[in-house]
């Protein structure tokens, strides 16, 4: 296989995840004979300073012609004064607008190995596997039309949801076919007993299901979804929800895993996929090897299934994540104390690699039996 990636590393600690995510795609490349291409863009406050804009149109081709991105972050404070437009958070909103990526998958894993960084007790959040499918590019955050307004000398503000029946089934179908590589339930969160978008969202979500009878389908309204998460994370496979419903859900789940660092996400459905760890920039960490990668490499993971194909090597990589925080091996965000062998950024990155290499090689060699 040979595959052509953009890597835009952008802001603050962007670039150090990035690197070791772009580490163990080479090893993946090594191990299974694929051929990867790296190629590295600007993006964020470090394409601003470049060249002027937070999305170069030079940046937005190359994204274009590869076969998938892969992103660290954006963000810095020196351009926190800058207008919404200009500063580095807009090219990343840009790029999902111009790749078409209408899906954004985010897994939410609790591994038994980092039980105790979450807030929720071990019992509730042990063994939960969620993959959160949220509409990206609709709803609340796109709909038109939108404003504020000043009648009567008294100011107000408006946004529009809105959504077409196109729009919610291509999501569905995302969501009932990652179910089906998992534990066939799809759970689709809505505010159906107000909203005629969820009343709409619920009909057509219904009526996709039946393409899909091995999957079992329920709806939650999202007050209850909220504190369904909280008290019993393990009840939920495929979560299926809107733009806005899912951005507050995710975050939400996130506290299952325990660190933001854990945590990746794929943008799909458009012409190229986008891969991006969770988290920000970070800047009160940048350059000091303090970063957690593992939520890049997960991403990286990501972009093996859903742009290449590779299902083993995705769950290879996977396998590895897990093997080095069962070994004990830590960053300080996930450092609890307990006396585990905390690392630096580059050398998580190096056990990750070694853990894959160990598990490809036993594979060729149960193979070779
Ligand atoms: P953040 O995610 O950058 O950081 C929040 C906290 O989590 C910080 O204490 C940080 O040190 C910690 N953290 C984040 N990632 C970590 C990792 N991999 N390892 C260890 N600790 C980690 O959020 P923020 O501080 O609110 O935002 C900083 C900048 O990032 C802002 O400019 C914001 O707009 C931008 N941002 C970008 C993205 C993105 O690029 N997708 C997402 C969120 C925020």
Known sequence: ????????????????????????????????????????????????????????????????????????????PEHDKLAAAAR??????????????????RPVVSYEAISECSPLRPDIARDADILIVRELLGGLYFGQPRGLLSEAGTASAFNTMRYSVSEIERIAHVAFKAALARRQKVTSIDKANVLETSQLWRKVVTAVAKE??????????????????????????????????????????????????????????????????????????????????LGAIASAALLLRHSANLEQESKEVEAAIRAVLNA??????????????????????????????????????????
Request: negative net charge; glycine residues 12%; aromatic residues 6%.
């Open 1 to 76: 296989m040979k595959l052509k990636i953009a890597v835009l590393a952008g802001d603050g600690i962007g670039p150090e995840v990035t690197a070791q995510a772009v580490r163990v795609l080479d090893a993946v490349a090594d191990q299974h004979g694929h051929t990867f291409e790296f190629e590295e863009w600007p993006v964020g406050g470090v394409a601003i300073k470049q060249e002027g804009a937070p999305l170069p149109a030079s940046t937005l081709d190359a994204c274009l012609s590869s076969n998938a991105v892969l992103l660290g972050a954006v963000g810095a």
């Open 88 to 105: 580095p958070e807009a090219g990343l909103l840009a790029l999902r607008n111009a790749l078409g990526a209408y899906a954004n998958l």
């Open 212 to 293: 899909y009878p091995s999957v079992t389908l329920e709806h939650l309204y999202i007050d209850a979804c909220a504190m369904h998460l909280i008290m019993n994370p393990r009840r939920f496979d495929v979560m299926l929800t809107e733009n806005l419903f899912g951005d507050i859900l995710s975050d939400e789940a996130a506290v299952i895993t325990g660190s933001l660092g854990m945590l990746a996400s794929a943008s799909i459905g458009g012409a190229v996929g986008l891969y991006e760890p969770v988290h920000g920039s970070a800047p009160d960490i940048a350059g000091r090897g303090l970063a957690n990668p």
């Open 328 to 369: 004990g091996y830590r960053t300080p965000d996930l450092d609890r104390g307990t006396g585990k062998l905390v690392l630096q950024t580059s050398e998580m990155g190096s056990r990750v690699v070694e853990a894959f290499s160990d598990i490809a090689n036993e594979r060729h060699a149960y193979h070779a039996v």
